[in-house]
């Protein structure tokens, strides 16, 4: 969301934009990818025509995401191949039922942890990081380092902090509609809201594992007078996540756009009903 020189994921410089505020947080960008017009289901659907404030509103947070994970990601190897023996669990997704295992046993401050060792404790964490890295509560210095602490590697954390906290500068708070020092303006009120929608184990190790989560999301500023309003957007996140310490921790992540459903017929809420509907309605812990 700042301007710079950026980096996807896996260390690929990517180029500067600095003239979009939304798309760049300390000098990185996602990696987004554009989907086909149609789909299986329907196959003549296109979606409705974003005008450029949506387009530029509606990276919003899928950027919250990258600020938390680009940094980790710096030298990381390539994604694209499983290692020697490790369980590929395949394409189709299972259903989200109850196992009989406990997947969540305790909470590391406001975020769960104590996950299972299994396929299940994995998607399981990457499904809570994903709520606590794509939230608002990144805007703010001391709550931003918990989280971090709280889902990353120790052996990337530090490093991601001091990045992040180079990024998060008055110009970034500013760019996003905050006031200089990150805090909200008199009278609005800032979403920023990660909602997985499901979760699939790509990869699964003893002590290894790759989780992709399918997201939704919100981000704005909410109230009247508000000049960036609250929007929703579809990602992907895959998070390579390891067993560190008794619990399991991110240590490299990627992201892309959608898959995104076709916009639906609801009407828009007002300021006030949206600023009142987050105050309102809590965060779930998510199990698998």
Not at 223 to 236: D, L, M
């Amino acid at each position: 969301m700042s301007p710079g020189d950026e980096h996807d994921y896996r260390g690929k410089d990517q180029g500067s934009h600095p003239d979009d505020p939304y798309s760049t947080l300390g000098g990185t960008r996602q990696t987004r990818t554009r989907l086909p017009d149609g789909d299986a289901g329907h196959p003549h659907a296109r979606r409705p025509a974003r005008n450029s404030r949506s387009l530029v509103t509606i990276t919003g947070v899928v950027v919250l995401l990258i600020a938390a994970i680009a940094f980790a990601n710096r030298g990381s190897g390539s994604d694209d191949a499983a290692a020697p023996g490790a369980k590929s669990p395949g394409t189709a997704g299972s259903a989200t039922a109850a196992t009989g295992t406990k997947p969540v046993q305790g909470k590391n401050g406001t975020i769960a942890s104590g996950f299972a060792h299994d396929e299940q404790g994995a998607q399981s964490a990457a499904a809570n990081y994903a709520v606590a890295l794509g939230s608002a509560e990144m805007f703010v210095a001391e709550s931003r380092r918990s989280i971090i602490e709280a889902t990353h590697d120790p052996a990337v954390a530090p490093g991601l902090q001091d990045s992040l906290d180079t990024a998060y500068s008055p110009t970034f708070y500013k760019n996003v509609g905050l006031n200089d020092d990150g805090s909200t303006p008199t009278g609005l009120t800032f979403v920023s809201r990660t909602v997985p929608v499901g979760t699939k184990a790509v990869k699964m190790e003893t002590d290894a594992a790759t989780v992709e989560v399918w997201c939704t999301g919100l981000v704005g500023l909410s109230g009247q007078g508000s000049t960036k309003p609250v929007t929703e957007t579809w990602f992907t996140i895959s998070q390579e996540l390891k067993w560190v310490g008794g619990d399991w921790k991110i240590s490299s992540s990627s992201q892309t756009e959608g898959p995104t459903p076709v916009n639906g017929d609801n009407r828009a809420s007002t300021a006030d009903e949206m600023a009142a509907a987050v105050d309102a309605y809590g965060g779930f812990t998510y199990a698998r």
